[in-house]
């Protein structure tokens, strides 16, 4: 991040190498990482805490498993800011020049891998939920529920923390001047896999199928229209998913380049000597950390609910979720909440309510 010298020739066997071997590559952002993380921190922090009381009273309120998901997601990017931002770029780097002790330092390493890990996975479970509630709705009322959501969250957050246990021998990019060993290789190939590689084809597949199935149903819709039959607007169904898309999009285009410029430090040239690198890696540092920020600015976006629960949290108040409305006909509750779309209450709604024929009104002679 900030051109301070890493790289002493105290032993003999580095005043041996070359001197294009011990030399640094240089810095050309100088304090600029330092003023846009403490920025980053300053803004996401309370924005992100913001967001999780938020989702708090959505949660309480609803009991949706979608709030709890979008919860844990709010909360791993917490401790992504605190350990990733705070602890690892602003204190060990900018203020302690990494002139602590080994052991802590490499204890904060996997801390860090492991909150991010939390972050990232954290959306996994929320995208698997909303495959299952668009693509098998009966199956998704039966096995989504706010206890499950927690069992789901727990595990997530469970694993996270042991996957980022080996990271605690990951190693520097900036100040190791050696190239990269056996074990450098694994961990690198092992974190893209788990940060980038793995996720996004879990987010690729189901979003896929996602798509395909409003499509289909968007198709549909005109021919159960003429039949008589009412089905809720495509905008309805699309509300959580378009939030759903706009997430792991935006993960997967702020992250893709932390991961190339990793395998290319790998193979190619290493950050520690090519400054060029050493550019690269900084500013896809600075993108990646970004999406710690963003979350809240998409589901303002998109999400009406969200915003009046934010509303209310910044004036204080505590009343109900929405405003009671007169309903303009008795069965208008049946149409409530997206699950009903599925479970045929329509159908049965107009079945019920169906005049009977003249033959069947008339009473036997």
């Not at 600075?286 to 976006?301: I, K, P, S």
């Amino acid at each position: 991040m900030i051109d301070w010298p890493n790289v002493t020739a105290s032993s003999q066997q580095e005043l041996g190498l070359k001197p294009e071997e011990l030399q640094k590559s240089k810095c050309v952002l100088g304090f600029i990482p330092v003023i846009y993380y403490s920025i980053l921190l300053c803004v996401g922090v309370p924005v992100n805490i913001l967001t999780a009381v938020a989702l708090s009273r959505l949660a309480s309120r609803t009991k949706k498993a979608l709030y709890y998901y979008l919860l844990a997601v709010t909360a791993s990017d917490i401790l992504s800011q605190l350990f990733i931002i705070f602890v690892g770029f602003l204190l060990e780097t900018a203020v302690f020049h990494r002139d602590v002790p080994i052991l802590l330092l490499h204890s904060v390493s996997a801390a860090e891998f492991a909150a991010n890990h939390a972050s990232i996975w954290s959306t996994v479970p929320l995208t698997v939920d909303r495959y299952v509630a668009l693509c098998h709705p009966l199956l998704h009322r039966q096995i989504s529920y706010p206890a499950r959501a927690r069992k789901n969250i727990g595990v997530v957050l469970g694993l996270s923390l042991v996957s980022g246990v080996p990271f605690f021998w990951w190693s520097d990019m900036w100040r190791n001047s050696n190239p990269p060993t056996a074990l450098d290789t694994v961990l690198i190939w092992t974190h893209v896999t788990i940060i980038y590689f793995l996720p996004c084809s879990i987010f690729l597949l189901l979003n896929s199928l996602i798509i395909h199935k409003l499509k289909v149903r968007q198709r549909q819709q005109p021919c159960q229209e003429e039949g008589g039959s009412k089905i809720a607007s495509p905008r309805l169904l699309g509300k959580t998913t378009a939030m759903l898309l706009a997430i792991t999009s935006v993960f997967s285009v702020l992250w893709a380049p932390r991961t190339v410029v990793v395998i290319y430090h790998l193979y190619v040239s290493s950050v520690h000597r090519d400054w060029r690198v050493h550019l690269a890696y900084d500013l896809s540092n600075m993108l990646a950390m970004l999406n710690t920020a963003v979350n809240f600015f998409l589901y303002c976006f998109v999400s009406k609910p969200f915003r009046g629960a934010v509303r209310d949290v910044l004036l204080l108040r505590g009343g109900p979720l929405y405003p009671r409305r007169a309903l303009p006909h008795p069965l208008a509750t049946t149409n409530a909440s997206i699950s009903s779309l599925y479970s045929g209450n329509t159908k049965r709604s107009q079945r019920d309510f169906t005049p009977l024929s003249p033959h069947r009104a008339r009473k036997p002679s």
